[in-house]
């Protein structure tokens, strides 16, 4: 396949798997959803979702947020890990927000990582869930598989959402995006990976990977 081709087959694949995509953040506006973005980094989704409703049922906007103490924060998030950073965060964009857009999240690159703690993947999974702007946030299953797929040279995240942009249309991004991150933590995740599952990859992946995964089933 070439790699026309190859980008056909992987949306097609996708869109057969995952015809209705779910959030994997639970939230009720862009401004929880922002601070669950936050909150998820070095974290997995189901620990978020446990402890944003505790967090929320407190502060779910800027204007409550800011009468908790950072150290209040700090202890009702404190099982999703990084707590100290993610606490001033919270409470510090909170604070931006209200200061510097009335309390609005805003819709861009530049004004969303002006934010404390708030990097380039965080805007760019609020402008695209809840904006509709074409984004392509790129996590570490979308960074792992288009690696895989041959699709990417998997130096780094940055490259990985350059080529991913390339490739695929932009009017495919948001769904797509989501669409890898449920495929690879279901068809092809970092451990306890499956080929014989993993048809995307079995179909159109990197000679490299292939053999390597190979070499281990004879180990």
Known sequence: MNKEEKVNFIINKLEELYPEIPIPLDHKDPYTLLIAVLMSAQSTDVRVNQITPLLFERADNPYDMIKMSIEEIREIIKPVGLSPMKAKGIHGLSHM??????????????????????????????????????????????????????????????????DAKRLFPEETWNDLHLQIIWYGREY????????????????????????????????
């Open 97 to 162: 927000l209200i200061d510097l857009h009335d309390g609005v999240v805003p819709q861009t690159y530049e004004e969303l990582e002006a934010f404390p703690g708030v990097g380039h993947k965080t805007a760019a999974v609020v402008m695209a869930q809840s904006f509709g702007i074409p984004t392509f946030p790129v996590d570490t299953h979308i960074h792992r598989l288009m690696y895989r797929w041959n699709l990417t040279n998997g130096k780094n995240v940055v490259q990985t959402e350059k």
């Open 188 to 219: 092809s995740p970092a451990r306890g990976w499956d080929l014989e599952k993993d048809i995307i990859t079995k179909t159109i992946g990197r000679k490299t990977v292939l053999d390597e995964y190979y070499k281990k089933l004879k180990k």
